[in-house]
């Protein structure tokens, strides 16, 4: 009896489909590497305007327990006669879950306020809501009863990381504080909570920040 024996060819990638296959994955790879960059960005910006809400929350649990008044950037120590003190930062920090909120993703260096107690932080309060008298040891922020309007006053903001400090006044800095992180446009949020997104310029008027 006759053995027959089959015998099976494997058949392997020719060079020519190897440099196909090979430009196919280089064109696909040049395709989704800039829509997963620009996801990225997205999300970072996502994760910054977040922040800025619970930030905000904070800070009106904070005016609620305080007679309405808003958070101040900076309670002096009795005496009042030196810099140092207590920042927004560590005021607002009994009404927030983590102390990560007050980072933004996109910056690698958060500050803090020299001469102070203080922690990390990437976005900065409005001075001339919070920040609006002399030296005391007392509340230096506006009463909410005091304003009139709350849906375009910017409350908080991208800052810089080299302002080393807890915010900015429009009147002393103008835009020259605020952070453009994120594609040119820096995120704040509003004294009724809400957060927006805006190029600095935008928001280089004196009814943005002032009542």
Known sequence: ??????RTTVRGFTLIELLVVIVVIAI??????????????????????????QIYAAAKMYCDDNDRRLVPAKVFDPGGHTLHGTTWCVLL??????????????????????????????FGINYDL????????????????????VSDLILFFDMKS???TMGSSWIA?????????HQGQ????????????YPPTSVDSTSMWNP
Do not use: W
């Not at 009896?1 to 089959?6: E, I, N, P, R």
């Not at 696909?28 to 809400?53: D, E, Q, T, W």
């Open 1 to 6: 009896m006759l053995a027959t024996q089959c």
């Open 28 to 53: 696909l790879v040049g395709i989704l590497f800039p829509v997963l960059a620009r996801v990225r960005r997205y999300s970072h910006k996502a994760v910054c305007m977040s922040n800025l809400k």
């Open 93 to 122: 920090q009994p009404y927030m879950n983590n102390t990560e909120i007050l980072t933004c993703p996109l910056d690698s260096e958060p500050q803090t306020a020299p001469n102070s107690s203080d922690l990390p932080h990437s």
């Open 130 to 149: 919070t920040y609006t008298t002399g030296l005391a040891p007392d509340h230096l922020a506006r009463s909410m009863s005091s304003l009139s309007r």
């Open 162 to 164: 080299a302002a080393r």
């Open 173 to 181: 800095n103008r835009v020259s504080r605020i952070a453009p992180r």
């Open 186 to 197: 820096a995120n704040f949020a509003f004294l009724d909570g809400h957060v927006k997104s």
